[in-house]
């Protein structure tokens, strides 16, 4: 079996070696883009695009494959915070997430094929998302702007990593710690599992 990560996302790649698997990596190039507003269904949409993208890039072979394809966001009474753009993008959404409950999403899919049928139509689909609730201590301005300058919170949503240093200001969560980290890797592996055995 043939494991493929559609992400170039350092925390994505940490989780599935975690739980054992073997794989490597293949970055979609595809353009994000997304026609849904709830935040459930923009992370599967996109989620399933770039599992689909790298799909097409792959050549035809007898082995067995397995393309994981994911996307995060974290959401504040339904209003979608993506990656920061700059410093002040980022200083202003966590101003907003400060001392405040909010929901992260992370969306999944999972295309496997059987080595054995090089068809279109045998590629099998699995899509879902998983949603934790995180909530943080009030933050001053002076700890946001500091957290910013280190430059850990601008490749992540929502501007921040909840397992680095932001870590300090995280007051507790409901739900999978992993899927604020980027992949939520014990529900991926009980979806793939019968194709994985």
Same mark, same amino acid.
């Given at each position: 079996?043939?494991i @493929?990560? +559609?992400s170039?996302s350092?925390? $994505?790649?940490?989780? /599935? +070696?975690? =739980?054992?698997l073997? !794989?490597e ?7 994000e $883009? *997304? ?7 923009v992370v599967?949409e996109l ?5 689909e993208?790298v #799909?097409e ?6 082995e067995d494959f397995? @393309?994981?394809g +994911?996307d *995060?966001?974290?959401?504040i009474e339904?209003?979608i915070l ?5 410093? =002040?993008?980022?200083i202003?959404m966590l101003?907003? /997430?400060?001392?405040r409950?909010?929901?992260v999403y992370t969306?999944? *899919? #999972?295309? %496997? $094929?059987?080595?054995s049928r $090089? ?6 689909q699995?899509? !879902?998302?998983e949603? *934790?609730r995180v909530y943080f201590?009030p933050?001053?301005?002076?700890? @946001?702007?500091a957290y910013?300058d280190?430059?850990e919170c601008?490749?992540k949503?929502? +501007?921040y990593g909840i397992?680095?240093i !932001?870590a300090?200001y ?6 999978d %710690?992993?899927?604020?980290v980027g /992949?939520?890797?014990?529900?991926l %592996?009980?979806?793939a599992?019968g194709w994985?055995e």
């Open positions: 079996m043939k @493929i990560l +559609a170039a350092p925390r $994505r790649r940490e989780l /599935l +070696a975690q =739980i054992g073997d !794989f990596v293949k970055v979609s190039q595809v353009e $883009r *997304t026609t849904a507003s709830l935040p459930e269904q599967e989620a399933r695009q770039k599992a993208a #799909l890039t792959l050549e035809e072979d007898s397995l @393309i994981v +994911a *995060t966001v974290v959401a339904g209003q993506g990656k920061p753009a700059d410093r =002040i993008q980022a202003e101003k907003r /997430l400060s001392g409950c909010h929901e969306g999944v *899919t #999972l295309l %496997y $094929r059987p080595g $090089r068809e279109e139509e045998y590629v099998r699995k899509v !879902f998302h949603s *934790t201590y933050l001053s301005v002076e700890e @946001i702007t910013v280190s430059g601008m490749d949503a929502g +501007a397992q680095g !932001f300090r995280v007051k507790g969560i409901e739900g %710690y992993n899927n604020v /992949l939520p890797v014990s529900r %592996y009980q979806e599992k994985l």
